[in-house]
């Protein structure tokens, strides 16, 4: 790859890094920030959940800002307010000042996110496109694997803090890079959609809101029931508003694309299907088996790590064989691995037993990151790409908060944490939820046609795009 390239992949992927860590880090941190910042458990479950909610509400945002006012200016600008903000959540001198820093700090990440992949596509040729995808999705791999690991080895060592502290040198690091080193773009004739950006960003925040708060106060309480109808009324608004408008901040027209249909449906069921389960088999490590957050995060290696091995594979073989039957064995893989622990699992079930669910999940959630970006920019037009990766990583955070709660309400109805025997009670029809959600995911993804895709123009005339492989 040429110079240019290879700095868009080191300054996207190690904004990449940042965001995803962020998601995660925090969880193995919180019995030290209850201790020193005091707080009730509800308050703990925001310092993660303040970051989510705002990430997913405006990413869609982000990107239409970064189309409208140049993506370099906007990732610039997203790094700067994410890692002012991990200064002050570093800084925060009570719960409450913490919740609002991580809450910033998910504005900031859902402005940078979006524009990683468009910046990154604009400076790889497209024959090495699947590669660089590969190599970011590596790079993504690891924070995963690392979130807990590296929150708790700092929270143990050093101190809470340094968690977020840790963001502070690599964001000053990127920013003048980011300046430097890549080419600024915007989309042709872009304008802001303030009617869609509002209905948009108010439907998520109700749909993320609700389901976050589901478990806690339970689907039918009213704070939930109104903020998942409200939420749902105001998409709804949104979906007709992007049939209708001349220029939407997402015009509906795109999902007339089989290609960029089939990987958004395949994106959503994979989150639903793979957090859902990730966030319960993690508690089932340290709850029924007695692991520390730690030991529990070295266990889970093979399945959230894998990626740093199988997403940059996945990248060079889409550019050889297409993107299509990339995706559609990762998605099999990956429920295959999730049916593997339902049959398994046990209150006493041996590390041994488990170990191949974790790699054939592992290599399942490696291979689907890589060619899914492929499918996604190269079912677009140049122009519409910004609007296309954050829609994407918008329902990639919708489908993970909805695959929390519902996972965890069919855990919760027919099991539960009071012993083994019923944690696994609960367990287990929440893994075949997921294997078939996941499953589910494959099926959308076998629509994808292999090559030559058409997607009508806004006049209303299709127009070739290159293969969507």
Do not use: C
Not at 2 to 24: E, H, R, S, Y
Not at 338 to 347: D, E, K, N, T
């Amino acid at each position: 790859m040429q110079p240019k390239a290879i700095w868009a992949l080191i300054i996207t992927g190690v904004a990449g890094f940042m965001a995803a860590l962020d998601n995660l880090v925090v969880t193995t941190a919180l019995p030290s920030i209850r201790k020193d910042l005091g707080g009730a458990l509800e308050d703990l479950e925001w310092t993660v959940n303040a970051y989510t909610l705002t990430f997913a509400v405006l990413l869609m945002f982000g990107a239409a800002l970064g189309d409208r006012f140049g993506r370099r200016k906007l990732f610039a600008t997203g790094l700067a307010i994410f890692t002012a903000a991990s200064a002050a959540a570093a800084l925060a001198p009570g719960i409450e000042a913490l919740i609002a820093a991580r809450a910033v700090q998910g504005v900031g990440a859902a402005i940078t996110m979006p524009l990683t992949l468009t910046l990154l596509t604009a400076a790889v040729p497209a024959d090495r496109r699947g590669l660089a995808y590969g190599i970011k999705g590596a790079v993504d791999g690891l924070a995963v694997a690392g979130g807990p690991l590296i929150g708790g080895a700092l929270t143990e060592h050093i101190a809470w803090q340094w968690i977020f502290w840790l963001n502070v040198p690599l964001g000053l690091a990127l920013i003048p890079l980011a300046r430097l080193r890549l080419d600024e773009s915007r989309a042709e004739n872009a304008r802001m959609d303030l009617p869609g950006t509002l209905l948009v960003s108010g439907g998520l925040f109700g749909i993320v809101y609700g389901l976050i708060n589901a478990n806690a106060h339970g689907w039918t309480s009213p704070q939930v029931l109104t903020a998942l109808i409200a939420g749902s009324a105001l998409m709804g608004g949104f979906i007709h508003h992007g049939f209708r408008n001349k220029q939407p901040m997402l015009p509906m027209r795109l999902f007339g694309n089989r290609a960029f249909a089939g990987v958004n449906a395949a994106s959503v069921f994979m989150f639903l299907g793979m957090f859902g389960s990730i966030f319960l088999l993690s508690q089932f490590l340290q709850n029924a088996l007695g692991y520390s957050p730690t030991e529990a995060g070295l266990r889970m290696l093979p399945w959230t790590g894998m990626p740093m091995i199988a997403a940059p594979l996945s990248g060079y073989l889409a550019d050889r064989v297409g993107s299509r039957p990339v995706v559609v064995t990762a998605l099999a893989l990956q429920a295959l691995g999730l049916a593997h622990f339902a049959l398994v699992m046990s209150p006493d079930v041996s590390y041994a037993a488990q170990l191949p669910g974790l790699i054939v999940s592992g290599i399942g959630m490696g291979l689907f990151f890589a060619p899914a970006a492929k499918l996604t920019m190269s079912s677009v037009r140049p122009a519409e790409q910004g609007m296309a990766s954050g829609a994407n990583n918008a329902l990639r955070e919708v489908g993970g908060a909805l695959g929390i709660a519902v996972l965890a309400s069919l855990f919760s109805a027919q099991g539960g944490y009071g012993t083994p025997r019923h944690f696994v009670d609960g367990l287990v029809p929440a893994l075949w939820l997921g294997a078939g959600t996941v499953a589910l995911g494959a099926a959308a993804a076998v629509l994808i046609p292999a090559r030559g895709a058409r997607i009508p123009a806004p006049g209303g005339v299709a127009e070739p795009l290159p293969a969507a492989r």
